[in-house]
């Protein structure tokens, strides 16, 4: 078993014997065993980090076992500099939400501790697979865990949410998994996704195959206009839910991009790109509209993520280095600051109950040291300089200026939507006097919320103060990606 195994079956072996636990009189000794196997199962990924080689495009350890012999499908396995760094966010995250749950989640903790362990493992294999069925089988397999956690633990429009959520990403992979058995076909019985990238394939077809995966992608990136699940869900989604969401699955949209529909597809990428640009431009500005005008605190965060999301798309199809490792470097950065943004609302949510920023005022004067914490990931969120949400926002518009100065005239505005929404609704929430007894009566963060929110602060500060380590491991890929997107273009 290689560490890419590790990563991905530690979670879901620790997940398993949670669930076994069952009962709720079991449940410290579930928690414990819960974060036992969160810890165990990002340390296991840290080794990827470590032992990575900089400076090449190619897959690294990477693993490959006969799976189903018949149609030659393999457990085949492997990260470049693309999909490492989604794999240690996952881990580090799933730690993150079993803190964030230990005290709040009092029903059925087994089976909710359980869903993220094992949804931790499933998203690791979505980055980590290089057969198609596998990444389709890990792809889809994730909705499981998530329909359950919104569904079980969500609010009380929860099951309308639950099946939201689940038809939107379902119906939109159908069309990909007719795009895989295309492609298998035409690699002459091969899954293998790199075997894809080499295939040569007419104008027709790659057209085709662009908008069947982007069917799957654009829906759980999501974008415009297909983005009307999310706010739904993340309203009636547990805090650790919401987290994770925000954090990790919207990025298995993005990412599909980058490994399938841009190498797979490139001169239909090329032909289309203006729609992607546009759609972007549009989830960037629009949404960001839309984010101001909204009076529940998970819904305004919501809106904020597929506004940021949008960087990431418009990133992706300008084409060029800065464009596509800013995109990566953005994934990431809303990772640690929408995981964070969630949290912290959860906070508030599990003292007062209301997620509405009417109910809030003045919150500075009773918790004076979460506040600090809300302050820096709000700050975070609308891009300052030294925080991680600046790093890949900046990055973006630099690669759409160089690209198209009115392209990039368009992306800044975000910075400008993305401060006013944020800070509006930090100071209702947060600044003034007090102006309700549920505000009097609040106590500031407890142990184990400090360390969840400081651990989150420090992935925030030290990826906005030194990005190095990011942009290192990615280059080589993104370079590589790009010299196939242009080497392969039709003449």
Same mark, same amino acid.
């Given at each position: 078993?290689?560490?890419?195994?590790?990563?991905?079956?530690?979670?879901?072996?620790?997940?398993?014997?949670?669930?076994?636990?069952?009962?709720?009189?079991?449940?410290?000794?579930?928690?414990?065993?819960?974060?036992?196997?969160?810890?165990?199962?990002?340390?296991?990924?840290?080794?990827?980090?470590?032992? =990575?080689?900089?400076?090449?495009?190619?897959?690294?350890?990477?693993?490959?076992?006969?799976?189903?012999?018949?149609?030659?499908?393999? /457990?085949?396995?492997?990260?470049?500099?693309?999909?490492?760094?989604? *794999?240690?966010?996952?881990?580090?995250?799933? *730690?993150?939400?079993?803190?964030?749950?230990?005290?709040?989640?009092?029903?059925?903790?087994?089976?909710?501790?359980?869903?993220?362990?094992?949804?931790?493992?499933?998203?690791?294999?979505?980055?980590?697979?290089?057969?198609?069925?596998?990444?389709?089988? =890990?792809?889809?397999?994730?909705?499981?865990?998530?329909?359950?956690?919104?569904?079980?633990?969500?609010?009380?429009?929860?099951?309308?949410? &639950?099946?939201? =959520?689940?038809?939107?990403?379902?119906?939109?992979? @159908?069309?990909?998994?007719?795009?895989? *058995?295309?492609?298998?076909?035409?690699?002459?019985?091969?899954?293998?996704?790199?075997?894809?990238?080499?295939?040569?394939?007419?104008?027709?077809? +790659?057209?085709?195959?662009?908008?069947?995966?982007?069917?799957?992608?654009?829906?759980?990136?999501?974008?415009?206009?297909?983005?009307?699940? @999310?706010?739904?869900?993340?309203?009636?989604?547990?805090?650790?839910?919401? &987290?994770?969401?925000?954090?990790?699955?919207?990025?298995?949209?993005?990412?599909? #991009?980058?490994?399938?529909?841009?190498?797979?597809?490139?001169?239909?990428?090329?032909?289309?790109?203006?729609?992607?640009?546009?759609?972007?431009?549009?989830?960037?500005?629009?949404?960001?509209?839309?984010?101001?005008?909204? +009076?529940?605190?998970?819904?305004?965060?919501? /809106?904020?993520?597929?506004?940021?999301?949008?960087?990431?798309?418009?990133?992706?199809?300008?084409?060029?280095?800065?464009?596509?490792?800013?995109?990566?470097?953005?994934?990431?950065?809303?990772?640690?600051?929408?995981?964070?943004? #969630?949290?912290?609302?959860?906070?508030? /949510?599990?003292?007062?109950?209301?997620?509405?920023?009417?109910?809030?005022?003045?919150?500075?004067?009773?918790?004076?040291?979460?506040?600090? #914490?809300?302050?820096? =990931?709000?700050?975070?969120?609308?891009?300052?300089?030294?925080?991680?949400?600046? *790093?890949?926002?900046?990055?973006?518009?630099?690669?759409?200026?160089?690209?198209?100065?009115?392209?990039?005239?368009?992306?800044?505005?975000?910075?400008?939507?993305?401060?006013? /929404?944020?800070?509006?609704? #930090?100071?209702?929430?947060?600044?003034?006097?007090?102006?309700?007894?549920?505000?009097?009566?609040?106590?500031?963060?407890?142990?184990?919320?400090?360390?969840? @929110?400081?651990?989150?602060?420090?992935?925030?500060?030290?990826?906005?103060?030194?990005?190095?380590?990011?942009?290192?491991?990615?280059?080589?890929?993104?370079?590589?990606?790009?010299?196939?997107?242009?080497?392969?273009?039709?003449?």
């Amino acid at each position: 078993m290689g560490w890419l195994s590790l990563a991905i079956w530690t979670p879901i072996v620790f997940g398993i014997v949670v669930l076994a636990l069952g009962r709720d009189r079991h449940a410290p000794l579930v928690r414990w065993i819960s974060l036992a196997g969160s810890v165990i199962g990002f340390l296991v990924t840290l080794p990827l980090y470590t032992g =990575f080689r900089l400076g090449t495009a190619d897959m690294q350890f990477v693993e490959k076992t006969a799976w189903i012999e018949r149609f030659n499908v393999n /457990y085949h396995l492997g990260v470049d500099g693309i999909s490492l760094w989604f *794999v240690l966010l996952t881990a580090f995250m799933t *730690v993150i939400v079993v803190i964030a749950g230990w005290e709040v989640i009092q029903r059925k903790v087994n089976q909710y501790m359980a869903a993220f362990l094992i949804l931790s493992g499933l998203m690791i294999g979505v980055f980590a697979a290089l057969d198609g069925v596998l990444f389709y089988v =890990f792809f889809e397999a994730t909705l499981i865990p998530m329909y359950l956690i919104i569904g079980i633990w969500g609010g009380p429009n929860r099951i309308y949410a &639950a099946f939201k =959520f689940f038809l939107y990403t379902l119906l939109g992979s @159908l069309l990909t998994l007719v795009a895989f *058995v295309y492609l298998y076909s035409r690699a002459g019985g091969s899954f293998d996704i790199q075997t894809w990238h080499q295939l040569p394939l007419p104008l027709s077809a +790659q057209t085709l195959l662009f908008f069947a995966m982007f069917a799957a992608f654009a829906v759980k990136v999501p974008m415009w206009p297909v983005h009307t699940w @999310l706010p739904d869900v993340h309203v009636e989604a547990p805090t650790g839910g919401s &987290a994770v969401l925000a954090a990790i699955m919207l990025k298995l949209g993005a990412y599909g #991009f980058l490994r399938f529909s841009m190498p797979i597809a490139p001169d239909a990428s090329r032909e289309w790109a203006w729609l992607m640009i546009a759609l972007s431009l549009v989830a960037v500005i629009y949404v960001g509209l839309v984010a101001l005008v909204q +009076q529940d605190m998970k819904k305004l965060v919501a /809106y904020s993520s597929v506004a940021h999301m949008g960087f990431v798309t418009l990133g992706f199809f300008i084409f060029n280095e800065l464009g596509v490792a800013g995109g990566l470097v953005q994934m990431i950065a809303h990772g640690f600051v929408s995981g964070a943004m #969630f949290l912290s609302i959860g906070v508030l /949510y599990d003292r007062v109950h209301s997620r509405e920023i009417a109910s809030y005022g003045g919150v500075v004067n009773t918790m004076p040291r979460f506040t600090a #914490f809300a302050l820096l =990931f709000a700050m975070a969120n609308c891009g300052l300089p030294g925080t991680a949400g600046f *790093v890949g926002e900046w990055m973006v518009i630099l690669g759409a200026v160089k690209a198209n100065f009115w392209i990039g005239l368009g992306a800044a505005t975000a910075l400008i939507f993305g401060a006013a /929404y944020t800070l509006w609704m #930090f100071k209702r929430v947060y600044l003034g006097p007090v102006t309700n007894d549920d505000v009097r009566q609040l106590a500031d963060i407890n142990g184990r919320e400090f360390l969840m @929110l400081a651990l989150l602060a420090v992935a925030v500060l030290a990826m906005g103060l030194y990005p190095k380590p990011f942009t290192d491991v990615m280059d080589a890929s993104v370079s590589h990606l790009l010299q196939h997107v242009a080497a392969t273009k039709l003449n």
